[in-house]
């Protein structure tokens, strides 16, 4: 991308001054040094406009080796600069704006332009958070070597960096197999292919038929097979990052918000790469600022799904999920897994969930108040309590799963897939 020239702008207060002085000088008292100085004004008058132009017109390009980035992944940014009026040495800097308002220098460097060569400038950078990143304003200052002036250029041309949420690693997430993939058979009532093994996990209160024996006898302790699938899981999921207008204490649930929108994004990212790698279908909808949607009919890869997670934005008095969810009851089918993913489950809530529960083949909640841990760590204590209406909310979940609207609320030293595994087991 070239950049073009933006403003421009000059600091030359002392010159001024010295040329006042040395004209005065030569009126008041007309000999060889006064004169001397006069001359030196001119050539420095010269050089000024010289400096000036030169500044103003150099020829800058800009390119970035890609576009997308996942988090913390580093990213080589090219300049290229060259003056075609002639040499000059100056400082030069480049902007990266993000979240909006927040500006930082990607670089500043003092550097020698000569005429027609042009001079490469390469710099790296990665990105702690996700969201829109633009590479904006590139600025050149000259100064003059005895600061008698300056002068301060701004070139401009905005490109966009979207950098998307970390992607961890999910083994397997609890949905319900129930799209029959085209010519397939299977008459096993879980839908799975029992002449394809993907792998072996350890034995628990399954059929004896799926116990691996050699490898059982191998590692000492009961092993089944992990069968593929010969169906696949069409899932609807909700991802709420604003704050409930029922939540009582709203400015402490506000300042719980910040570090939830980000550990959710995380999560729903996880789950939809996963689930998109096995060919499933995924509906997003998300509940931020305003409503974002993916269907997967129009776009039917991950990357699509995971940039729209990357721009969402939470807020506390958006839209409500509740309302959002009323919407789509309609729309339900008994192939669906719903899975809703938010920091604090409400009373308008509950009976669309039962609703829901009606029309499709399972409801899943999954509350992350205060995070989840990365499955590279180990678990460690955590003192974090939970509010009262979301300790009573765990004897509800216990009657709900009976008809399968699987409410969890996530504990910080637990991994998600620890909390998957627990729902697949019951």
């Known amino acids: 991308m070239k950049l073009k020239l933006k403003s421009k702008s000059s600091s030359f207060g002392l010159l001024i001054f010295m040329s006042i002085l040395s004209c005065v000088w030569a009126l008041l008292s007309f000999n060889v040094f006064s004169i001397t100085l006069v001359i030196a004004c001119i050539f420095l008058w010269l050089q000024f406009y010289d400096t000036k132009r030169k500044l103003t017109h150099l020829e800058i390009e800009r390119w970035v080796n890609q576009t997308r980035a996942f988090t913390d992944q580093d990213l080589t940014i090219n300049h290229r600069i060259q003056s075609p009026f002639g040499d000059i040495d100056a400082s030069i800097s480049s902007h990266v704006t993000t979240s909006g308002f927040l500006t930082y220098n990607l670089f500043e460097k ?32 000259y100064e003059h070597p005895i600061n008698l002036f300056r002068h301060y250029a701004c070139y401009s041309g905005k490109e966009e960096i979207l950098v998307l949420p970390k992607i961890m690693y999910i083994e397997s997430f609890p949905s319900r197999l129930r799209e029959l993939l085209p010519a397939e ?24 038929s799926k116990i691996h024996w050699k490898i059982s006898a191998k590692l000492g302790k009961l092993c089944v097979k992990e ?11 909700y991802l709420d990052l604003n704050l409930s207008s029922e939540i009582f204490a709203r400015k402490v649930w506000a300042q719980i918000r910040k570090n939830y929108e980000e550990d959710a994004v995380i999560a729903t990212s996880s ?42 934005e939470g807020d506390e008095n958006g839209p409500q999920l509740s309302e959002e969810f009323f919407k789509d009851l309609y729309r339900l089918t008994p192939s669906n897994t719903i899975l809703i993913i938010s920091m604090y489950l409400t009373d308008t809530l509950l009976p669309l969930l039962i609703q829901a529960r009606t029309r499709c083949a399972r409801v899943i909640v999954l509350l992350i108040p205060y995070g989840f841990r990365d499955p590279r760590f180990k678990p460690a204590k955590t ?33 998600l897939q620890e909390v998957f595994d627990e729902i697949q087991r019951s």
């Open 110 to 141: 003092t550097l020698l332009i000569r005429k027609s060569e042009s001079v490469y400038v390469q710099s790296k950078i990665s990105f702690p958070t996700r969201g829109k990143k633009i590479l904006s304003d590139f600025f050149v200052l």
């Open 185 to 208: 058979r299977s008459e096993f009532k879980l839908l799975e292919d029992t002449t394809q093994i993907k792998g072996v996990r350890e034995y628990f209160n399954e059929p004896l």
């Open 227 to 237: 069968l593929d699938y010969t169906a696949i899981s069409n899932t609807v999921l």
């Open 271 to 312: 789950i939809i790469y996963l689930l998109a790698n096995r060919g499933n279908l995924i509906d997003l909808v998300v509940v931020g600022k305003e409503v974002l949607r993916r269907n997967y009919m129009v776009n039917s890869d991950w990357v699509s799904a995971v940039e729209l997670l990357a721009k969402a």
């Open 383 to 415: 003192y974090e309590m939970y509010p009262l209406d979301m300790q009573k909310l765990i004897e509800k979940a216990k009657i709900l799963e009976k008809e399968q609207i699987i409410v969890r609320i996530i504990r910080p030293n637990q991994s």
